[in-house]
């Protein structure tokens, strides 16, 4: 096991799967010169050269065609967005053109291409750079969807990503790129797309929560123990395919749900989860599901306003507290 930063661990996965196979290459805006807006593709160039780590001009839908159009022909392109929210540039190109293509051509084009860079709340970013852009690609069929959280699942995600053969969204959270964690050396270490993990056994509730959003449900489910409720905390990590079983399997233990997510909540990722939780597992429910979402409004630049949009410790804590005394407990 290393030490390393969740940048570091991205960088460590593009690093061993760039020599693992030569089909890979990276292309995006600043990836070769200046290392990546966030130092992810730091040294990539240096090593590969400028043929598989290639800097391209500002046009999103552009240069995200060009990566569709090179895993058409047996390539494994990485697609960078310098942040997630200038994929709504691209979102042609991602939805019609790479989710379909599979489908559209018969099954005569796999479209192995990840498209990755970070997304969610950032810090005083504002409005135009903070969104949580998943909700917009997890319902389009043909296109998998991950969310890392901790530098290990950013290693062996991202691998299991660019070995996928289809179209997979790989949003990062900036917010977590200098958090350090243990990371396997070992170049063969993938972690499956779609299978989630529980960050912490608990019994009598049970919390959903990725990336940023579950550093916050941790640190509430540590709090709450000293008031004696036991909080179990399941991250998805692939929101599409979602690992619907441990997170049943999960509600079926605690009787109690409460979901949480960064993005503004209204047909969110947050929904989802808990419709299929009413769905199947309602006979085992003591209360109903309850969501913490961003309020519903664009990101403020102010920092005060910032973190009053975004879900607090406080208001998570007051959601476990509502379904863990209703009926009785």
Same mark, same amino acid.
């Given at each position: $096991?290393?030490?390393?930063?969740? %940048?570091?661990?991205?960088?460590?996965? #593009?690093?061993?799967?760039?020599? %693992?196979?030569? =089909?890979?290459?990276?292309?995006?805006?600043?990836?070769? #010169? /200046?290392?990546? @807006?966030?130092?992810?593709?730091?040294? !990539?160039?240096?090593?590969?050269?400028?043929? =598989?780590?290639?800097?391209?001009?500002?046009?999103?839908?552009?240069?995200?065609?060009?990566?569709?159009?090179?895993?058409?022909?047996?390539?494994?392109?990485?697609?960078?967005?310098?942040?997630?929210?200038?994929?709504? !540039?691209?979102?042609?190109?991602?939805?019609?053109?790479? *989710?379909?293509?599979?489908?559209? &051509?018969?099954?005569?084009?796999?479209?192995?291409?990840?498209?990755?860079?970070?997304?969610?709340?950032?810090?005083?970013? *504002?409005?135009?750079? &903070?969104?949580?852009?998943?909700?917009?690609?997890?319902?389009?069929?043909?296109?998998?969807?991950?969310?890392?959280?901790?530098?290990?699942?950013?290693?062996?995600? !991202?691998?299991? @990503?660019?070995?996928?053969?289809?179209?997979?969204?790989?949003?990062?959270?900036?917010? !977590? /790129?200098?958090?350090?964690?243990?990371?396997?050396?070992?170049?063969?270490?993938?972690?499956?797309?779609?299978? @989630?993990?529980? +960050?912490?056994?608990? %019994?009598?509730?049970?919390?959903?929560?990725?990336?940023?959003?579950?550093?916050?449900?941790?640190?509430?489910?540590?709090?709450?123990?000293?008031?004696?409720?036991?909080?179990?905390?399941?991250?998805?990590?692939?929101? =599409?395919?979602?690992?619907?079983?441990?997170?049943?399997?999960?509600?079926?233990?605690?009787? %109690?749900?409460?979901?949480?997510?960064?993005?503004?909540?209204?047909?969110?990722?947050?929904?989802?989860? *808990?419709?299929?939780?009413?769905?199947?597992?309602?006979?085992?429910?003591?209360?109903?599901?309850?969501?913490?979402?961003?309020?519903? @409004?664009? $990101?403020?630049?102010?920092?005060? #306003?910032?973190?009053?949009?975004?879900?607090?410790?406080? =208001?998570?804590?007051?959601?476990?507290?509502?379904?863990?005394?209703?009926?009785? +407990?």
């Amino acid at each position: $096991m290393a030490v390393m930063t969740y %940048r570091e661990a991205l960088n460590v996965a #593009l690093r061993e799967e760039m020599q %693992r196979d030569p =089909r890979v290459f990276i292309l995006g805006e600043e990836v070769g #010169l /200046y290392d990546g @807006a966030y130092k992810v593709t730091q040294g !990539l160039l240096k090593e590969f050269g400028p043929k =598989r780590v290639v800097d391209t001009p500002i046009c999103e839908s552009g240069f995200t065609g060009i990566g569709i159009g090179a895993a058409m022909v047996g390539l494994r392109p990485v697609v960078e967005m310098m942040t997630f929210n200038f994929s709504i !540039l691209a979102l042609d190109q991602i939805i019609n053109s790479a *989710a379909k293509m599979y489908y559209m &051509s018969g099954g005569q084009f796999n479209i192995p291409i990840v498209i990755r860079g970070p997304g969610g709340p950032a810090h005083q970013l *504002a409005a135009q750079h &903070s969104q949580s852009m998943e909700s917009y690609f997890y319902h389009v069929p043909g296109l998998k969807v991950v969310r890392p959280t901790t530098p290990a699942d950013a290693k062996g995600l !991202l691998k299991s @990503a660019i070995r996928d053969d289809n179209p997979v969204v790989f949003i990062e959270a900036e917010t !977590l /790129y200098p958090v350090k964690g243990e990371v396997p050396d070992d170049p063969d270490f993938t972690i499956p797309l779609g299978q @989630a993990i529980v +960050r912490r056994e608990g %019994r009598d509730v049970t919390v959903v929560a990725y990336v940023g959003m579950m550093y916050r449900a941790m640190e509430v489910a540590a709090e709450l123990d000293t008031e004696g409720l036991s909080v179990e905390v399941v991250d998805p990590r692939t929101l =599409r395919p979602m690992d619907t079983e441990t997170i049943i399997g999960s509600v079926r233990k605690t009787h %109690r749900a409460v979901v949480v997510e960064a993005g503004a909540g209204f047909a969110g990722m947050g929904s989802e989860i *808990a419709a299929f939780i009413t769905e199947q597992a309602f006979d085992d429910l003591d209360a109903p599901v309850e969501r913490v979402t961003g309020a519903n @409004a664009p $990101m403020p630049y102010a920092r005060n #306003l910032e973190r009053a949009k975004t879900p607090s410790n406080e =208001r998570i804590a007051e959601a476990i507290r509502k379904v863990c005394s209703a009926n009785g +407990r």
